[in-house]
């Protein structure tokens, strides 16, 4: 039987959290905290969006909201449920409304609605047309950045992968 403190003897197992990680300056400081760097990249994401969408007369609202749409469609000329695109983009349907109405009134969108069935979209021509210039900002974003196609596919799947496990009810 080996030593119980040898390398090779079996680690007791238990069913107790690992202790608190003790306060030290480094726990609380700003810079250390992961929130504060994701809050900080997501915010300068965003920005390297703003001028070329704005070249193109969108918000990145807007950019999501006609990619979460062609999404859903997978056709140019299908319709969408405003509650389809709300759920796709994790966003409440009452905070779309005044994107999708900015949207249709820059011809964007076409848009039904009906008192009980809520917003049914659909892209127009001039959305369609926007498909191209859309399409290249990806690799616009991914140069700007300096990352290759691989770096940013292993970078989403990180968050990806955080998202996943921060959206998890939290033990006991």
């Known amino acids: 039987m080996p030593h119980p403190l040898s390398p090779t003897s079996p680690v007791p197992s238990t069913s107790h959290p690992p202790p608190p990680t003790p306060i030290t300056p480094e726990v609380t400081r700003l810079d250390?905290?992961?929130?504060?760097?994701l809050v900080r990249a997501a915010q300068a994401v965003t920005d390297a969006y703003r001028a070329p969408l704005g070249r193109?007369?969108?918000?990145?609202a807007q950019y999501l909201l006609l990619l979460a749409l062609w999404?859903?469609?997978g056709s140019e000329q299908a319709w969408a449920h405003s509650e389809a695109l709300a759920e796709r983009l994790e966003r409440d349907p009452s905070d779309l409304l005044p994107d999708l109405m900015r949207m249709v009134n820059a011809g964007l969108l076409i848009a039904v609605s009906h008192p009980t069935?809520?917003?049914w979209l659909r892209a127009t021509d001039k959305a369609q047309d926007?498909?191209?210039p859309l399409?290249?900002?990806?690799?616009?974003?991914?140069?700007?950045l300096g990352m290759a196609a691989?770096?940013?596919?292993?970078?989403?799947?990180?968050?990806r992968r955080v998202l996943g496990v921060a959206q998890e009810p939290a033990a006991g």
């Open 32 to 37: 250390d905290q992961l929130c504060f760097d």
């Open 56 to 60: 193109l007369a969108l918000t990145h």
């Open 71 to 73: 999404d859903e469609t």
């Open 117 to 119: 069935a809520g917003h």
């Open 130 to 132: 926007l498909r191209g």
């Open 135 to 144: 399409a290249s900002l990806q690799c616009q974003l991914r140069e700007r």
């Open 150 to 159: 691989t770096e940013l596919r292993s970078l989403q799947g990180e968050l």
